[in-house]
């Protein structure tokens, strides 16, 4: 039988460590439970971001969440890439490394997108045993995130749900469950979020996702620019009631306000922990752009931009 | 072909040619490179992407379309604001547009994404201006000094290095002096410009809207301390004797070839000379000495 969070600890409310945020963490030193940290940020890094990190690794939990693995891609495996990612995780510690179930380029390309691939036996085999490999080299479990996706394939002869358990029951791996990209999904190809949260084998869910996302009308876009709509908290306590908690990050990329209150963003979560409160209404409205072209675009999108005197 | 036989390799090639296709995803489906991975007409989408009841299943690779080019360009507008300023942002998104199609991201990091756009501005340099300097010209150069504090940020540096001090230098006998090599710091870089571009990048990153500013020759000294970059203007005979020094030769051979320049009055180097060295110790361009 496994062990809740794969025996992963419940790290408690988390925040993405962001380089806006770097002065502010270092001078207050805020009563956050963790962090996690964009990996390729970070891996080559021999300036300011690594240092800071250094400093921040040594007073805080930290875990890595990677954006370039394409754990789905039929290139393969960048072992050098799966090296470095190790060895940083060695030097900080860090308590899992994650990434999503997806592709990010094919050729030798990497588009820096989280792109969806089809859900079916060929791709479910495909993906298994490359996490398996990914995980030998690390001699760790990976975390795999759920994405969020614009768009579904006919090759698909399964949801994704089935995919998701089926693949971490086969590769014994773990879940990352972003709740907020189960609702832009579920929007998007008009599936029930709460059915979907409902499969996932609870055990398996090592850590979750929040975050904001874009309105566009006709489909959402996951954007990581504002606060967690409560249709997502209500999933997100759903998940708390199935998993009895797991570590909770709030991710925020876009538009990014000061750090007390991305902090207080993801604090509102322990209002969703307690299992005696009644699911709150879902008719909250959220706003609707009206030409997201020019602005929403799917994370991620981080950039360092080096300081000079 | 069954839905779940299709290859996965064809289908990520295809659908990373149509996404990242410059003129939009019907033209990309048209295209040479996506219909030699599935052969398909554009009113045939459906047969590989689902629509739902909201969006057709051409919108929805528009999606992953419009994101594409819209990621890659906003990373390349943080790195380089002050060219996005200097050319605006139209012509730097066409310029981009371009240079992402000649240069493929391939690395996993955003780091390396605007790697090559100094050399591709180079490379897509108008031939007829190769002779005189203009806005061309300064645009690359505005460029490249971006690139170069990007690399020194993050790159290797000092912080963690014993820096040279007073006490090693005294050591060092005045007969010995001649032939000590200097090690510079890694992340020390010598740079020569046609324009003030650092004043430029500066003001740019202040928040002001500064012109295109005069030719002028401007020799730099670029390191970071404290894990910030840090670059200085150093006069022409500073610049030559730096750089020989960069080169590996020794201090003699160095301050022979800046003798030999002509930039400075014999009486006057060896009045400056002393004052260099005693600055670019302290601001830990060399890191460390030799004595062959």
């Given at each position: 039988m496994l062990k809740p969070r794969l025996g992963h600890e419940n790290l408690g409310l988390g925040v993405g460590l962001r380089t806006v945020h770097f002065h502010h963490i270092l001078e207050h030193q805020p009563e956050v439970d963790w962090f996690e940290i964009i990996s390729e940020n970070f891996m080559d890094s021999a300036g300011r971001p690594r240092h800071v990190l250094e400093q921040i690794a040594d007073r805080y939990p930290i875990v890595m969440h990677g954006v370039s693995l394409s754990i789905g891609s039929t290139d393969p495996l960048n072992r050098e890439y799966l090296k470095k990612l190790k060895t940083l995780a060695e030097s900080i510690n860090a308590r899992w490394i994650s990434d999503h179930v997806c592709w990010t380029g094919v050729a030798g390309r990497n588009t820096h997108d989280l792109l969806p691939i089809p859900y079916n036996e060929n791709t479910l085999t495909h993906l298994v045993k490359r996490i398996r490999i990914v995980q030998d080299i690390l001699e760790r479990p990976l975390i795999l995130e759920n994405p969020s996706s614009y768009l579904e394939f006919q090759d698909s002869t399964m949801s994704e749900s089935e995919f998701v358990c089926r693949m971490a029951e086969e590769a014994d791996c773990g879940l990352l469950l972003d709740v907020n990209n189960v609702y832009v999904s579920s929007v998007n190809h008009e599936f029930d979020p709460v059915k979907y949260i409902e499969m996932i084998p609870a055990e398996r869910v090592v850590q979750c996702h929040l975050a904001g996302h874009t309105n566009c009308g006709t489909h959402l876009i996951d954007t990581h620019n504002g606060q967690v709509i409560d249709p997502v908290w209500n999933l997100f306590q759903l998940m708390h009631q199935r998993t009895e908690g797991v570590a909770t990050l709030l991710e925020w990329d876009a538009d990014i306000p000061p750090f007390p209150v991305v902090h207080e963003e993801v604090l509102k979560a322990r209002k969703y922990m307690d299992e005696n409160l009644p699911v709150r209404d879902q008719a909250s409205k959220e706003k609707t752009v009206?030409?997201?072209?020019?602005?929403?675009?799917?994370?991620p999108a981080s950039f360092i931009v080096a300081e000079v005197e | 072909m069954s839905n779940e036989s299709r290859n996965l390799d064809q289908l990520q090639r295809w659908m990373q040619t149509v996404i990242s296709w410059p003129g939009g995803v019907e033209a990309g489906i048209d295209s040479e490179a996506a219909q030699s991975e599935i052969p398909l007409e554009s009113s045939e989408l459906e047969t590989i992407v689902t629509a739902s009841s909201r969006q057709t299943s051409l919108e929805r690779m528009g999606i992953y379309a419009n994101a594409y080019y819209a990621r890659l360009l906003e990373c390349l507008s943080e790195e380089y604001s002050a060219l996005v300023s200097a050319m605006g942002k139209t012509a730097f998104g066409a310029f981009s547009m371009e240079y992402l199609q000649e240069y493929h991201p391939t690395s996993y990091?955003?780091?390396?994404?605007?790697?090559?756009f100094p050399q591709f501005l180079t490379e897509h340099k108008?031939?007829?201006?190769?002779n005189e300097l203009n806005w061309t010209d300064f645009l690359i150069e505005v460029a490249t000094l971006e690139r170069v504090y990007s690399e020194v940020f993050d790159g290797?540096?000092?912080?963690q290095e014993t820096l040279l001090t007073a006490e090693v230098l005294n050591s060092i006998q005045p007969e010995e002096w001649p032939e000590v090599t200097l090690k510079m710091a890694p992340c020390f870089r010598l740079m020569q410009f046609q324009f003030p571009v650092h004043e430029f990048i500066s003001h740019v990153r202040k928040g002001n809207s500064p012109q295109i500013p005069e030719q002028q020759l401007t020799c730099l000294a670029i390191t970071r301390r404290n894990y910030v970059v840090r670059r200085e203007v150093v006069s022409q005979a500073e610049y030559l004797l730096l750089s020989k020094l960069q080169q590996g030769l020794n201090v003699g051979d160095a301050i022979t070839c800046l003798a030999e320049?002509?930039?400075?009055?014999p009486e006057e180097l060896g009045t400056k000379l002393h004052k260099w060295f005693k600055h670019w110790t302290t601001a830990a361009f060399f890191i460390d000495v030799s004595k062959q």
């Open positions: 009206t030409s997201p072209s020019s602005t929403a675009i799917p994370h | 990091t955003l780091c390396d994404l605007g790697a090559h108008p031939p007829a201006e190769e290797p540096g000092i912080e320049s002509d930039l400075m009055e």
